[in-house]
């Protein structure tokens, strides 16, 4: 992944998510995004459409969000990929790490230990059951293009 696109990813995590229904027809969802060890996740659960079309047809488009403000509003990226679940036993500690990043850049961010489900504080133990409970997956993009004005 070039630099430009990395730094980019860093300052905006909010997509449009787009997969294949099994007509070919496109299905858009808006998502978060974030890079987690130099990989591209986002997260989801086994019931949602997107998931269950990405077990069809693993291919997926980003469309990236510029952040608001004077001189980024109109800024955007795409990114089309091919994406692999991520639904194993290490998938719960996958999402604390997934969502640490995605909320450290909140003001404020959630106190050390802590991280935010539905407005509310966890402790990262009960985020983590809450994701096995949910049976929170991740999905793993692996960028082959992009483009935009960024």
């Known amino acids: 992944m070039e630099e430009k696109v990395r730094d980019y990813l860093e300052r905006n995590r909010s997509a449009a998510m787009i997969t294949l229904r099994p007509d070919g027809t496109p299905h858009a969802v808006r998502v978060g995004v974030a890079l987690v060890d130099g ?12 998931t269950r079309n990405l077990r069809r047809d693993p291919r997926s488009t980003l469309f990236v969000f510029g952040a608001n403000g004077p001189t980024s509003s109109w800024s955007w990226l795409t990114l089309e990929a091919t994406v692999t679940i991520l639904d194993g036993p290490d998938a719960p500690e996958q999402s604390v790490r997934l969502f640490r990043v995605m909320q450290s850049g909140l003001d404020p961010a959630p106190p050390p230990g802590k991280l935010l489900w539905n407005g509310q504080e966890k402790s990262e133990e009960e985020f983590r059951r809450i994701m096995r409970d949910e049976q929170r997956l991740i999905y793993e993009f692996e960028v082959q293009h992009t483009y935009g004005t960024f």
């Open 39 to 50: 990989k591209l996740w986002s997260s989801g659960v086994p019931t949602r459409v997107r």
